[in-house]
T-cell receptor, first 110, second 115 residues
Framework: DQQVKQNSPSLSVQEGRISILNCDYT??????FLWYKKYPAEGPTFLIS?????DKNEDGRFTVFLNKSAKHLSLHIVPSQPGDSAVYFC?????????FGAGTRLTVKP | DTGVSQDPRHKITKRGQNVTFRCDPI?????LYWYRQTLGQGPEFLTY????????KSRLLSDRFSAERPKGSFSTLEIQRTEQGDSAMYLC?????????????FGSGTRLTVV
């Protein structure tokens, strides 16, 4: 049962432009949503999170938006930098359960 | 704080052999998680410990898999009679409490290849 879905396996953007990564979920009980970033040969690294009672959380160049009615969240990276090139995983959590999407590979071209 | 350490980084084994992986979490973290990641997929939950108690196991964790966390410190994941379908990246993560806000800290993983 895939409760967290990232439908875009890859995304390519130009340096300096906005990157928008999308994620959909099915379980309305999730109360926290997180984004992780993963470089090759490393484990996922926590990036940013949002509580289900909020609709936006911002941390520097990274902003996560949550649309509960649509069960959709997105991660905006502005401006995108070549060092942002990585696989981004969306995750959703309730109690002790954290589910991950399949990931989106972001490539930022110089 | 050296982060979460996993050993070995890579393991190649013949089908039918047993393998054991080790995870050393961040020392003050009381929770430890094991995840499995296959190509093109996100991490899938296997099991988690709070201190030395194994509190939850996924149905993905067949009876060939066993995990321990003696004394609530490091953890081991053993796979008996390995099958080719066990080939995956095995990730360990730790946290202090649920950590829904700041997420888990993951290790670099152990890549298992069953030939």
């Amino acid at each position: 049962d895939q409760q967290v879905k990232q439908n875009s396996p890859s995304l390519s953007v130009q340096e300096g432009r906005i990157s928008i990564l999308n994620c959909d979920y099915t379980n309305s009980m999730f109360d926290y949503f997180l984004w992780y970033k993963k470089y090759p040969a490393e484990g996922p690294t926590f990036l940013i999170s949002i509580s289900s009672i909020k609709d936006k959380n911002e941390d520097g160049r990274f902003t996560v938006f949550l649309n509960k009615s649509a069960k959709h969240l997105s991660l905006h990276i502005v401006p995108s930098q070549p060092g942002d090139s990585a696989v981004y995983f969306c995750a959703a959590s309730v109690n002790n359960d954290m589910r991950f999407g399949a990931g989106t590979r972001l490539t930022v071209k110089p | 704080d050296t982060g979460v350490s996993q050993d070995p980084r890579h393991k190649i084994t013949k089908r039918g052999q047993n393998v054991t992986f080790r995870c050393d979490p961040i020392s003050e973290h009381n929770r430890l998680y094991w995840y499995r990641q296959t190509l093109g997929q996100g991490p899938e939950f296997l099991t988690y410990f709070q201190n030395e108690a194994q509190l939850e196991k996924s149905r993905l964790l067949s009876d060939r898999f066993s995990a321990e966390r003696p004394k609530g410190s490091f953890s081991t994941l053993e796979i008996q009679r390995t099958e080719q379908g066990d080939s995956a990246m095995y990730l360990c993560a730790s946290s202090l409490g649920r950590q829904a806000v700041y997420g888990y800290t993951f290790g670099s993983g152990t890549r298992l290849t069953v030939v």
